[in-house]
């Protein structure tokens, strides 16, 4: 006979302590000057010998050779021939792959954590795999090579940028010359167009974000920052970096934490 003043208990919820937005906001932005300082040490610890970065260079060109998509060379001619191309092209490279991507980071920011959470979570992947391989393979990109123009420095007067490299005048000394292989900004670009394609609701904000990842690639070659092969590895390891984070998702990274005042009980018949 079971007693009638027992109660039974319920078992306690586990809960997770949020924290607020203004502290993940500035947690958001130390983990991008974090990205920042280690391109800055990859830049300062990779080798920057001119010759071996070029003889990677040349072996990248050639196997672009044997698998047909050697287009640099009428890329650039047709960027560097054309004013107007080649300074809408230089405009696209110094700027977009900034702006763009920031734009899209805010944007999923606020459409909630279980969106921005994995989106930038791949981005840092990807961020950091291009990082290890500048490191490790700084390799030269087109216009260090003979036969092709710098279109940035060809338009440099007209810019915000300077002779050397896509940054602002009188700091191009803290950019990675010989980043070239992979690109990040064909990566980032491809990261942009996968984001508006899973989360934009309008067909035609999918469609730009699609056309702004094939421009990228285009520009990039065309301005003579980048190999094709350079594009298609950037690309390849943004896709790795997406299926990785989605991966990572499904594991919880976060341990519970019980709510203040509970504890947490086995539900048990009271006693008869």
Aim: net charge neutral.
């Amino acid at each position: 006979m079971e007693d009638a003043g027992a109660v039974t208990t319920a078992p306690a919820m586990a809960r997770t302590r949020t924290l607020p937005v203004w502290v993940r906001g500035i947690l958001e932005l130390l983990l991008i000057l974090a990205l920042w300082v280690l391109y800055s040490l990859a830049r300062l610890l990779a080798d920057t010998s001119m010759q071996p970065a070029i003889d990677r260079a040349n072996d990248l060109l050639h196997i672009e050779q044997l698998i047909g998509i050697e287009w640099e060379l009428p890329l650039n001619e047709l960027f560097s021939d054309h004013r107007t191309i080649g300074l809408v092209g230089s405009y696209w490279y110094a700027t977009l792959h900034y702006v763009v991507t920031a734009a899209v980071l805010i944007w999923l920011w606020r459409l909630g954590a279980d969106r921005y959470g994995p989106a930038r979570r791949a981005l840092v992947i990807a961020t950091l795999l291009g990082l290890l391989t500048y490191l490790f393979m700084p390799t030269a990109p087109p216009r260090f090579i003979s036969g092709y123009v710098d279109v940035l420095s060809l338009h440099a007067a007209d810019g915000w940028w300077g002779a050397d490299a896509s940054a602002p005048r009188g700091v191009g000394g803290l950019t990675n010359e010989l980043a070239a292989f992979p690109s990040l900004h064909a990566g980032w670009a491809l990261w942009v167009a996968l984001v508006l394609h899973v989360y934009a609701t309008r067909k035609w904000i999918r469609v730009l974000g699609w056309v702004y990842a094939i421009g990228t690639s285009v520009v990039i070659v065309g301005t003579g920052n980048h190999w094709v092969i350079d594009a298609v590895v950037g690309w390849l390891v943004v896709l790795i970096a997406w299926v990785t984070a989605n991966a990572l998702g499904r594991v919880s990274l976060r341990l519970p934490r019980r709510a203040t005042g509970e504890r947490a009980e086995r539900e048990e018949p009271a006693g008869a």
